[in-house]
């Protein structure tokens, strides 16, 4: 089982990224898919979520309008498009599937904001 984050890099405030996850080794479309999130000193925390199929999209309120999780199951790849980005953003996001009982992680990317 593998999930590769890539995409991550230092932005200006106001900039936008899009980070991947490339999935590999278990059956993806199975699976709830979830980013996180955790900066220095801090908790991780949830980002974005959505359901196997597409579709049941949740984020948390820090992100919600400007941030957008997506996901194509042919390619086996969840996406996160980061817009407005702002230093507080600043982190290491971690790609996250979960069916049940089971919880793979992939090793996260660093992303940067600032000026």
């Known amino acids: 089982v593998q999930l590769a984050e890539s995409g991550g890099g230092l932005v200006q405030p106001g900039g936008s990224l899009r980070l991947s996850c490339a999935a590999s080794?278990?059956?993806?479309?199975?699976?709830?898919m979830r980013w996180y999130r955790q900066a220095p000193g801090k908790e991780r925390e949830l980002v974005a979520r959505?359901?196997?199929?597409?579709?049941?999209?949740n984020y948390a309120d820090s992100v919600k309008g400007r941030f957008t999780i997506s996901r194509d199951n042919a390619k086996n790849t969840v996406y996160l498009q980061m817009n407005s980005l702002k230093p507080e953003d600043t982190a290491v996001y971690y790609c996250?599937?979960?069916?049940?009982?089971?919880?793979?992680w992939g090793k996260g990317t660093l992303v940067t904001v600032s000026s």
């Open positions: 996250n599937a979960v069916r049940s009982i089971l919880d793979y």
């Open positions: 080794g278990f059956t993806f479309s199975y699976y709830d």
């Open positions: 959505i359901g196997s199929a597409g579709g049941s999209e």
